[in-house]
């Protein structure tokens, strides 16, 4: 999952890999979103899974494809990931996740750093793994990054949804919504933006992964998702949609209050909901081949 902070507090892989697996497709996900991600730092990012060595065992990507191309010179990225600490940790903590899946003599047979090896176990076992694993911001629990929830880095009361529901409160009970947008016309998106949208998917095929549109839930610029989404499903048939931005999503996502822990984000039992939701999804899809134009 690759996207802005709407992924990174709306997706738990823990609980989308145990969806998947009831429903009898197992996957080993993982959640790479970034606070305020833009369009170039997100092809950024991508280059650097192609670079990771794992690449051959990426068979899907879901891609948030939102079209903000104004780089965030104030913050730097490895400052607003919240599930990588340390931007440089991207790659090794996939190498654990994916590796902690194959089978014992696979990944002795496959390591030829000794080092490494050790690295994997000791992250398995939760034993030692700080001194081989990324720190998670101030936590030394290096299990969370296997695990890959984003929101487990942060205050617990954070994700509670007390905030939301005072400014609920606050409002009358009215939220946040972009009617506005809601109501706008689509737009056709520009060649440019076209152009970047075929780069982007093609970027992931060229690891040999799949590429899938996905859409977060989101209650603002729906006016741009709506449009994004249109020229998707006109120019790239072969790109697989899942989209809950609102208007598209089910509604008893954006009317259960206990579910936001603001405006904009999931909070800690919104995101158990609606990995489970995604999960589902995802496997009525019918497990899209990777492979394709």
Not at 254 to 271: I, K
């Amino acid at each position: 999952f690759v996207g802005t902070s709407r992924v990174v507090f709306a997706l738990d892989p823990a609980r989308f890999d145990e969806t998947t697996k009831r429903l009898g497709t197992a996957t080993s996900s993982f959640n790479l979103g970034v606070l305020d991600l833009r369009a170039t730092e997100r092809d950024h990012l991508l280059a650097s899974i192609a670079s990771a060595g794992v690449q051959e065992r990426i068979r899907y990507v879901l891609v948030e494809p939102a079209l903000n191309f104004t780089p965030n010179v104030e913050v730097p990225m490895s400052a607003r990931m919240r599930f990588h600490f340390n931007w440089t940790s991207v790659p090794a903590a996939m190498h654990i996740k994916l590796d902690a899946r194959r089978p014992l003599h696979v990944r002795l047979a496959s390591c030829a750093i000794l080092g490494r090896q050790l690295a994997l176990y000791t992250a398995n076992l939760g034993v030692l793994s700080d001194l081989f694993m990324p720190r998670v911001r101030d936590d030394a629990d290096a299990r969370k990054v296997v695990r890959g929830y984003a929101g487990d880095t942060e205050p617990p009361e954070k994700l509670l949804p007390d905030r939301f529901k005072e400014s609920l409160q606050a409002s009358g009970g009215k939220r946040t919504i972009d009617e506005a947008g809601l109501a706008a016309p689509v737009r056709a998106l520009t060649a440019t933006e076209l152009a970047y949208l075929a780069k982007l998917f093609d970027s992931i095929r060229a690891f040999g992964a799949q590429p899938i549109a996905f859409f977060p839930p989101q209650v603002i610029e729906l006016d741009s998702a709506r449009s994004i989404q249109a020229a998707i499903a006109a120019h790239f048939p072969t790109v697989p949609i899942l989209a809950y931005y609102y208007g598209a999503g089910p509604p008893v996502l954006y009317e259960t209050s206990d579910w936001w822990m603001d405006d904009g984000h999931l909070s800690r039992a919104g995101s158990e909901y609606f990995s489970q939701l995604v999960a589902e999804d995802f496997v009525r899809l019918g497990a899209p081949s990777p492979a394709g134009p």
